[in-house]
């Protein structure tokens, strides 16, 4: 009775009411509007209208308005006042109205609107319904837009419908659970019985969204991952290692390879079939969970390899759909610990992805072998010619992939090989290649270069190709190599000189390396028939007229920067030394500087005149040839470090890093502009900064007071001079090109500087460690955590940190640099740390020693760098939680 009187009342409300605008009739008048002002106009004139049924109690149009409004949401118009209607639609007994209700409740409605906690109860009576239609519509809502709240609340109802008889609830309901499980991690104990259960579902559906379930929660909670493993270890230790046929349910592992089988070896299906391969997406998901699963579990891994080894064998690779799968597997195989062949065989199918035509299973290639080459080097390199020539590919990415992979490649056996073709990429690469490419080609010939004359002979060509997109590294690091290979400088200086004749206003690096090399060494250059080739012809002879023309161009072209003009300057000055005749003209083209609009330029004029005047009898001392630049390598872990040194005068230009006795350098502006932070005190990243001291027996000379007078440098007493000690080994420089303070054309004497020396780092022995040493978290963002530990020292106001990088990813973390910058009312030492690279589940540690003589509140700001996956990640961080009692 009560049915037939509301369709009676329907009807009466239809003949009162005008029949409303038909959804269809509403999209043909919006695409027929020729402007967004009538598209508009015909917007607002419907809106209005809607709003007016709206305020009616029974509207039998409710439904047609709700789903008009809907269309006009999806154009981007307000559409939030029909909330409330979609709210009356979901109460509604009908299906077609229930439908249109939960449709607009997940389109209009989200958490953050106090309005979706309304339809709860609605909710909760619709997952009780005997309609299996209307239970999926209340799980698809509940999984769109539940907030942590209706979470909890409904939990046990999605719980409950996991474990229904019908496939379409158990499907939709498995969805639902994954939702809640990210919303609201604490759940995921509720799930755990009945996810167990839809592994053994015949149907894919079903099977797919528990595979899709239980990987989140391996994913997000470990006690969840160790629960799976633990019930496969209890059956391995049965005896049942290779024998899967009796195994229940509960064993994960022989479940997942149990289904995987199936799919590879079952016939044709047309309901799970895409492109000849049988449920893609299935196979997809159970070898990501198996990846999981066989993480880090030898167990796991072995009862895994038999089949990943079938996939990756008998998947047709003609079609895309075979490709994805091929992928998936190959990650498999190299997260888990497989077999060496298996690792092998992972790494020809990426070599095969190489050859294909689609660039984006290239980049893929690229990518994964990029994260892998570290686990087997040798199976990656018998696929280097295809790499190599992925650097000729037209996609820019693919290049880039290709290059980082190239460098990976590099060894002490095919160095020769791999130099000349990255030498070719880096003459026809685009300008945003050259300067990683150039500083990368540095640093891979530094380390496995055969000889010195063939490591000069590409420091030179990278000078040449790279040109003006060459970074500060490589200007220094050629410098360094060319002063300490004393046998090859003549040769050197011939090379360069070749390369200055030509115009180099687009190769400043080159220019100025050339200049400095000449400026040292010209005598060689000049007086001596230096050979760069086996032909008679290649011998070069330069008159002193011929090289003052040439630096007379260079000194006065508008094209040439200021840092290449203060080298080409100081190498003239040093030339007045070298010279048996023409200094006069030397010493009228220094002059010209003392009047030059650069102050840089006109200071350096001024001094430089200064020497072939009223301090000429300085002149041969102090311009006379600087000693050989050594490289002290030693080994710290896996770390290796270089220090520079060289000898001026009996005065130690770069203190030796085994100094008992360092000291800081107050001035810190340079990483004060890094930090961009407030001025800090006292900084020491990597780069140790020595006390330097003259040689027992070695006195002070006259000559030396009467040289930092002319400096204009004021050292009094016995203050200790600090000089900065470069790190050329990790290339911690500016990476801003031509940093004039990268490398300082006067050498030693343009860094001196007055500083108060810390007590030795050798006290750091005598810290003593209380049982309540506090462990602040100072970083923790990307995979990556920074602890630190809070130690006391025997030294007054002193405190020792000892910091703890953890890499909490799956991934390879390197060229690690953890850098510090505190007020300058404290004093920071740092010792150098463990290791550049942190493996999966790894660490590296490093100590650190503030002194707080004010014992004010210590604010630290940090700097942290590594490379990860491909990527080089950089990020800052301020940490003021320090506890203000560890000073006393």
């Known amino acids: ?166 496939a379409y609830i158990r499907k939709k309901a498995a969805l639902c ?61 049965k005896g049942k290692k290779s024998s899967f046929k009796d195994c229940s349910q509960e064993e994960i592992v022989p479940n997942l390879v149990r289904i995987l089988k199936n799919l590879i070896l079952a016939g044709y299906s047309p309901e799970h079939d895409v492109s000849g391969v049988s449920d893609p997406f299935l196979q997809v998901k159970i070898l990501r969970l198996l990846r999981i699963l ?164 590409t420091l030179l060509r990278v000078l040449i190709a790279a040109g003006n997109y060459v970074r500060d590294d490589v200007v220094s690091c050629t410098i360094q190599l060319v002063s300490d290979s004393v046998d090859q400088q003549g040769y050197v200086s011939a090379q360069l000189w070749r390369a200055l004749e030509q115009d180099t206003s687009d190769r400043q690096p080159l220019t100025q390396v050339a200049t400095w090399c000449i400026g040292e060494y010209g005598d060689a250059l000049l007086y001596s028939d230096v050979s760069v080739g086996d032909d008679p012809s290649d011998i070069v002879r330069v008159s002193e007229d011929e090289l003052l023309d040439v630096y007379q161009r260079l000194l006065w072209s508008p094209q040439n920067t200021i840092v290449t003009k203060q080298y080409t300057l100081l190498s003239l000055t040093k030339l007045s030394t070298r010279f048996r005749s023409n200094v006069e003209r030397i010493r009228q083209m220094v002059q010209q500087f003392g009047s030059h609009l650069h102050i840089e330029l006109q200071q350096r004029g001024v001094e430089f005149t200064q020497l072939f005047n009223s301090h000429a009898h300085l002149r041969p001392a102090l311009l006379e040839r600087m000693p050989p630049m050594e490289v002290v390598r030693r080994d710290n872990g896996s770390q290796q470090q270089q220090v520079q040194h060289s000898t001026v005068n009996g005065v130690l230009d770069i203190a030796d890093v085994n100094s008992e006795e360092p000291a800081v350098n107050s001035d810190s502006n340079a990483l004060l502009v890094l930090l961009g932070g407030s001025e800090p005190s006292i900084v020491d990243t990597e780069t140790e900064q020595q006390t330097a001291k003259p040689p027992a027996g070695v006195p002070a000379t006259t000559d030396n007071q009467d040289l930092l007078d002319l400096l204009g440098l004021d050292i009094g007493g016995s203050a200790p001079v600090a000089v900065n000690n470069m790190n050329m080994n990790n290339n911690v420089h500016s990476t801003n090109n031509n940093n004039p303070l990268l490398l300082d054309p006067l050498g030693s004497l343009g860094s001196l500087s007055t500083s108060t020396p810390l007590p030795p780092l050798s006290g750091l022995s005598s810290i003593t460690p209380s049982l309540d040493s506090p462990s602040l978290v100072a970083y923790e963002k990307n995979g990556l955590r920074i602890m630190f530990t809070l130690e006391r020292s025997d030294a007054p106001s002193t405190i020792c940190i000892a910091m703890a990088a953890y890499n909490e990813t799956a991934t390879l973390m390197s060229d690690f640099l953890f850098q510090v910058a505190v007020p300058k009312t404290f004093q920071l030492q740092m010792m150098s740390p463990s290791g550049t690279t942190i493996p999966p589940a790894g660490s590296v540690t490093q100590q650190l020693r503030i002194q707080n003589p004010s014992k004010g509140a210590l604010r630290m700001r940090m700097r942290i760098s590594y490379s990860s996956g491909g990527a080089t990640i950089q990020d800052q961080a301020e940490m003021n939680n320090f506890p203000s009692e560890g000073w006393q």
Not at 138 to 143: E, H, M, N, Q, V
């Open 1 to 166: 009775m009560a049915a037939i009187k509301q369709v009676f009342n329907e009807a009466v409300e239809r003949v009162r009411m005008p029949t409303p605008m038909r959804l269809r009739d509403l999209i043909r008048q919006i695409r027929a509007a020729r402007t967004a002002t009538e598209e508009r106009e015909v917007i607002n004139k419907e809106c209005a209208y809607i709003r007016s049924t709206f305020r009616e109690e029974d509207s039998a149009w409710r439904c047609r308005n709700v789903a008009k409004l809907l269309y006009i949401h999806m154009l981007g118009y307000p559409a939030h006042f029909g909330q409330l209607e979609c709210l009356k639609l979901i109460a509604s007994p009908r299906f077609t109205d229930k439908r249109i209700g939960y449709l607009g409740a997940m389109l209009l409605l989200d958490e953050r609107q106090d309005v979706h906690l309304l339809i709860t109860n609605c909710l909760k009576n619709d997952l009780n319904s005997s309609t299996q239609f209307v239970v999926g519509l209340a799980l698809c809502t509940l999984g769109a837009i539940a907030s942590p709240e209706m979470s909890r609340d409904l939990a046990a109802e999605v719980e409950r419908l996991m474990k229904s008889p019908n």
């Open 177 to 237: 659970a994954y939702r809640i499980v990210l919303k609201v991690p604490e759940l995921m104990e509720i799930f755990l019985p009945a996810t167990r259960s839809l592994l053994s579902e015949k149907n894919h559906g079903v099977l797919i969204t528990g595979v899709t379930l239980i990987t989140e929660m391996c994913e997000h909670s470990p006690d969840t991952l160790q629960h799976f493993k633990k019930n496969f270890s209890v059956v391995l230790g």
């Open 294 to 457: 066989g993480r880090n579990d030898a167990e796991a891994s072995e009862a895994m390899n038999d089949i990943l080894a079938q996939v990756a064998t008998n998947t047709e690779t003609s079609k895309n759909v075979g490709n994805t799968i091929l992928y998936e597997t190959v990650l498999s195989i190299m997260d888990i610990k497989s077999e060496s062949g298996l690792r092998v065989l992972a790494v020809n199918i990426l070599g095969r992805f190489l050859l294909n035509n689609d660039k984006n299973i290239r980049y893929v290639a690229l990518n994964t072998l990029l994260k892998t080459v570290h686990l087997d080097t040798s199976a990656v390199q018998r696929h280097r010619t295809t790499i190599l020539e992925c650097l000729k590919d037209p996609d820019v990415s693919i290049r880039r992939r290709a290059l980082e992979l190239s460098f990976a490649l590099i060894n002490s056996n095919n160095v020769r090989t791999m130099m000349k073709e990255l030498l070719l990429f880096l003459e026809r690469s685009d300008p945003e290649f050259k300067a990683q490419c150039s500083s990368s080609i540095v640093l891979a010939a530094e380390r496995y270069a055969p000889n010195k004359r063939w490591h000069l002979d």
